[in-house]
């Protein structure tokens, strides 16, 4: 079986994504490198972050809002996430399903 890989995008490319000057121009002051496997990284507010992850983490940064009620959960896969929402979800609900044991 053939395994696809993403290409990593490069400087060049990231520039020529839909324009958006606010994050082109802080792109432009902050440090880059490129990885011993050529991955491009960027450091942002002391973290070196991918950089073909770095505009929807900052997407992220500036349009999600949090609510007092949301959950987030993240785990790797197979760790037992299955287990971990089974979990929460106990925790959350423990006074609407009554302990029969």
């Not at 490129?34 to 997407?59: A, E, H, N």
């Not at 993240?74 to 609407?96: E, H, Q, V, Y």
Request: charged share 20%.
């Amino acid at each position: 079986m053939e395994s696809k890989e993403e290409p990593n995008p490069s400087f060049a490319e990231i520039n020529n994504f839909p324009k958006d000057h606010e994050f082109n121009e802080l792109l432009q002051t902050l440090e880059q490198k490129t990885s011993w496997d050529g991955v491009q990284f960027v450091k942002y507010q002391g973290f070196w972050c991918p950089l073909f992850l770095f505009r929807p983490i900052m997407s992220a940064q500036k349009h999600f809002k949090a609510k007092d009620s949301d959950i987030i959960l993240a785990t790797l896969p197979k760790s037992g996430t299955t287990w971990l929402k089974a979990l929460i979800f106990s925790i959350i609900n423990r006074n609407i399903y009554p302990n029969h044991g």
